[in-house]
């Protein structure tokens, strides 16, 4: 049984617990569940439970991280039109259009959202969860290579491919500006930092300090994209009105403004990106499975 200090035991006891408000759509709650279920499956990965039970609970909760995900960014969205109003950083003018538009994106999201999570056995779910961490604990104990320690042999095989992902994801993006490459280095950097996460609750040397640079850096990379989706919007907004609307001039200002501010970021991580190498290659070299690490079908953005 999950133990309160075990990452994904909380995540799966949040879950059911905040379930009834993400069924109705609260913000903060959406939120939660969605990185609970992020969490959930890191933490199936990393297990090495590869039973039947275990390949569809996964599938289950990836569809609901997919289906919580556009509510949430336009959520997200939305709390930055509301920051550059404070900030005086826009017109008014370009900020009410844009939080209209949102709002009515947000308001189709959120009806697809509830239904495709409305027949969601959360509780089922945080049961299912709890059975797979004990038989797979078995499992290791039963056939682990390494005698004495089955889950930490096997978080450092799944910390060696997470590592072995991202540094391929920094690679592909380089050093220049280009958002789709980016997002893909940042969900490599979230899925790292949870499975370090999961080898500092068992105890693993380094993981404490592991995990709080990958914090920083998540947060470098989530901020950039927060700001890269509104910029999309905006320019939806703006392919969306006649040449001649007066309001174009105040949105390519906006525009320009978002794109500074994104650069800026990006600027930031391109400073932290050699010691993000480095500590890939320093979980590489750690895994003694002698399995070499590669690409896997979780190594997708969902």
């Given at each position: 049984m999950p133990t309160r200090s075990d990452p994904p035991g909380q995540a799966a006891r949040v879950l059911k617990r905040i379930w009834p408000a993400v069924a109705v759509g609260d913000v903060e709650a959406v939120h939660r569940a969605r990185v609970a279920t992020r969490r959930l499956r890191e933490a199936l990965r990393a297990s090495g439970a590869e039973r039947r039970s275990a390949r569809r609970l996964r599938k289950e909760l990836r569809r609901l991280t997919r289906a919580l995900g556009p509510v949430r960014e336009l959520d997200v969205s939305l709390g930055l039109v509301?920051?550059?109003?404070?900030?005086?950083a826009a017109s008014d003018t370009a900020l009410e259009l844009i939080r209209v538009h949102l709002m009515e994106v947000r308001a189709r999201c959120r009806a697809r959202m509830l239904k495709r999570v409305d027949d969601t056995d959360a509780a089922g779910i945080a049961a299912r969860w709890e059975a797979l961490a004990g038989a797979a604990r078995q499992d290791g104990r039963a056939s682990?290579?390494?005698a004495g320690a089955p889950e930490a042999w096997e978080?450092?095989?799944c910390l060696a491919r997470r590592a072995a992902q991202l540094r391929l994801s920094l690679e592909e993006a380089g050093a220049l500006y280009t958002p789709e490459p980016l997002h893909a280095v940042r969900i490599a950097v979230k899925k790292l930092r949870y499975s370090?996460?999961?080898?500092r609750s068992a105890r693993i040397a380094g993981a404490t300090a592991r995990a709080r640079r990958l914090k920083t850096l998540?947060?470098?990379?989530?901020?950039l994209h927060d700001w890269q989706v509104l910029e999309e919007h905006v320019?939806?907004?703006q392919s969306s009105l006649p040449v001649q609307d007066g309001r174009m001039g105040e949105l390519t200002s906006l525009l320009s403004s978002l794109e500074d501010r994104c650069r800026a970021l990006h600027g930031?991580?391109?400073?932290?990106?050699?010691d993000l190498i480095a500590l890939c290659e320093a979980l590489e070299s750690e895994d003694d499975s002698g399995l070499s690490?590669?690409?896997t079908r979780d190594a997708s953005h969902g």
């Open positions: 509301a920051r550059l109003s404070h900030e005086e682990s290579p390494r978080l450092r095989r370090v996460e999961l080898a998540q947060d470098l990379l989530g901020e320019g939806d907004v930031a991580f391109l400073a932290r990106r050699p690490p590669t690409r």
